[in-house]
């Protein structure tokens, strides 16, 4: 047994009626270089194709057919199967690179401490046929290192990649699961917002996955462009996600108890909601004032960011505010969508701070 031999592989591929893409998938597992590797699939009571398209890969595969309860409930059944040293969550809808177990058991196989290993996705269409967009958008860092206190303070912030974009320690994941099946969508909010707070975190810089954007994703835009029931949604998983982060931040002593999660990216959602669409504002008691007041307080403890940055927070914070809304819509919309200031993008990455990272900085590839 060589090295990485040592170093197994779990791909739990959840699915959900997503028949028409769950081959490619699968076939995307099974296409895999690293030699230990072993593909769970999870069928959440799909009602069509799903479970016949299973059936085709025999014991190539190792199925779980089970009755609908969510997403969490589909990624809790898998795990439970998982003996590997890491775990990657591949959405049934979204496609492995061949080199990616390869790439991420490498890094884990150098330390094998980290909590996970994230890595960049390449959207694809419905067809499959590559757009060339990469999310995260590359103006945004991959942080690495210990971020505990990033996760704890300022968790929603964190560039984060998408269920498929990362591999996971098993052995770290154990002390997070089962996550709770009152996600039955938004689970990946619990998954990646708390395994910061494990140990340290990798990143690769090149794509690992292909993330597919067809029109029925559960929470993927067709289309950059600002949609304030997405909003909502987003503000819903956040709300949901954030007591769990700051239970187990204080259980592990990052951070003190009753301290809050504080992050520029969530009151602003809040505030773009309340400002545009106030008879629909999910959130009881926010008020503009004490919304922006909040935002100036997420803006100050970032100190992932220069202060150009967080003077760039606060004036959005302040104007957002007090604009009249035929001006806040299209504040809302550069603040928000990345792709609506292409030109600033670049700006904006030099304004992030980079130093501060561990020996975990040495993994990039």
Known sequence: ???LERFAVDIVINNFNYGRFLSTAIESALA???DAVTIIVVDDGSTDES???????????????????????????????????LVIFLDADDVLAADVTARAASVFAQEPSLAKIQYRMEVIDGRGARTGIVKPTPHLPLLQGDLRRHAASFAFD???TATSGNAFSTRLLRGIFPIPESFRLGA??????LTPLLGEVASLDSVGAYYRVHGSNNYELPQPALDLEHVRQTIAYAEQARPYIETLAAELSVSQPGERVLSVSAIANRLVSLRLEPERHPVEGDRRMSLTAAGVRASVRRFDVSWPMKGLFIAWFVTVAVAPRWLARPLAERFLIPERRQRFNRLLRALHRTEGRSTAQSMIL
């Open 1 to 3: 047994m060589t090295l």
């Open 32 to 34: 895999q270089t690293h």
């Open 51 to 85: 479970r016949d398209v299973i059936r085709s890969f025999g014991d190539k595969v190792i199925p779980v057919l089970k009755e609908n309860g969510g997403q969490a409930s589909a990624l809790n059944a898998g795990f439970m199967l998982c003996v590997g040293s």
């Open 158 to 160: 964190m560039t984060w």
């Open 188 to 193: 990946d909010w619990y998954l990646l917002h």
